[in-house]
């Protein structure tokens, strides 16, 4: 069975784990590349589900407008909040406190090589760890991401190379969600936002969350999750999140 590390990051600023999934990404293209000559030795490194939260901070992906940020920097400031121009897919969100973000970087090569099944396959996930907590989410035709209604509780956005994705999904957890009015939330004005705590009106543990995102993630993508507690083949990317 395929193998996927599982990270926990914790509070980590974006800019510095963007570096960090890009050093992932490389490595596993790098390896099946050598692969492909047959010039690879050893065991190649398994795939990574990298979790972390953010401190405030709005992405606006590589097809996205600017115009949908609602402040200007000074306002941002103010607010103790950044904006980074990412090279994921889609337009604008929110990353903040009690919001989990997931990155999986893994290589659809091992999976399948569809771009589609792969952001349905996330869906997939996280309506699954809904449907765990009683919350009915599902999907709205034409739009990425995971919906309650007509309001989005998952936002996704991915880049793919050579078939190996990063960037990933955030699901708003215990998030205030007044930072989404800074915004038009993914370019799409008509429709809203809303949390797991939101819906269910009490308190849920982060850790939780992670663990049943970890389960269904195993189950759709038919792979052991392993949570570990480092990766020692990413020793010299990981040495600023270990001194922070």
Not at 225 to 236: A, G, H, Y
Request: charged share 25%; with cysteine.
């Amino acid at each position: 069975m395929k193998e996927i590390n599982s990270i926990d990051l914790g509070k980590s600023p974006y800019r510095e784990t963007w570096d960090l999934q890009a050093a992932i990404q490389k490595r596993l293209i790098d390896e099946k590349l050598a692969v492909r000559k047959g010039v690879f030795e050893g065991e190649r490194s398994h795939d990574v589900l990298m979790f972390v939260e953010h401190p405030h901070v709005y992405t606006l992906g590589k097809s996205g407008d600017p115009a949908h940020l609602l402040k200007d920097e000074q306002e941002l400031a103010g607010m103790n909040a950044t904006y980074v121009k990412t090279n994921r897919g889609g337009d604008i969100t929110y990353h903040g406190p009690g919001q989990i973000v997931g990155y999986p970087i893994i290589d659809l090569d091992r999976y399948f090589t569809d771009i589609h099944k792969y952001m349905r396959s996330l869906e997939e996930v996280i309506i699954r760890v809904c449907s765990d907590y009683g919350i009915d989410a599902g999907r709205i035709q034409g739009l990425t991401g995971t919906w309650v209604g007509k309001s989005k509780i998952c936002a996704m956005g991915v880049k793919c190379s050579r078939w190996v994705t990063m960037h990933g999904f955030a699901l708003n957890v215990k998030t205030n969600l007044k930072y989404f009015n800074n915004i038009i939330p993914c370019g799409i004005a008509d429709k809203g936002v809303t949390s797991l705590e939101l819906l269910l009106g009490r308190e849920i543990a982060m850790d939780d969350v992670k663990q049943r995102i970890q389960k269904h993630f195993g189950a759709v993508f038919g792979a052991k999750v392993i949570p570990v507690d480092s990766l020692p083949e990413f020793e010299r990317e990981f040495a600023y999140f270990k001194d922070k």
